[in-house]
């Protein structure tokens, strides 16, 4: 669940109306936990859920979870989707992103 592509497929039943996007929860180390609104970190499995859609998901993460790795050594846990993973070969994750970013 390292790879922010992997967590945003699980996040697109998410239920975004009223909520932050998706891929601000992605970029924070969340995926969906398929219940509601809960989400969970896949570093240090915390789960946040009642949100709201001026939440910043970084921040949130920071309050419930301060000392998480995806936090403090994100460079080392965190597979960030670049632009190469969008045109990569993988037609059916390329259709998710592309839907994701509308
Ligand atoms: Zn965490």
């Known amino acids: 669940m390292r790879h922010e592509s992997l967590r945003l497929c699980t996040n697109r039943t998410y239920p975004t109306n009223g909520k932050p996007s998706c891929i601000k929860l992605a970029e924070a180390g969340f995926y969906y936990a398929s ?54 070969s993988n037609p059916r994750l390329n259709r998710i992103l592309h839907s994701l970013n509308g």
Request: net charge negative; with cysteine.
């Open 35 to 88: 219940q509601g609104d809960e989400v969970i970190c896949y570093c240090c499995a915390k789960r946040i859920s009642n949100w709201n859609e001026k939440d910043d998901p970084m921040r949130a993460h920071r309050l419930v979870s301060p000392s998480c790795p995806f936090l403090i050594r994100n460079s080392e846990v965190n597979e960030p989707v670049t632009n190469d993973s969008i045109d990569s």
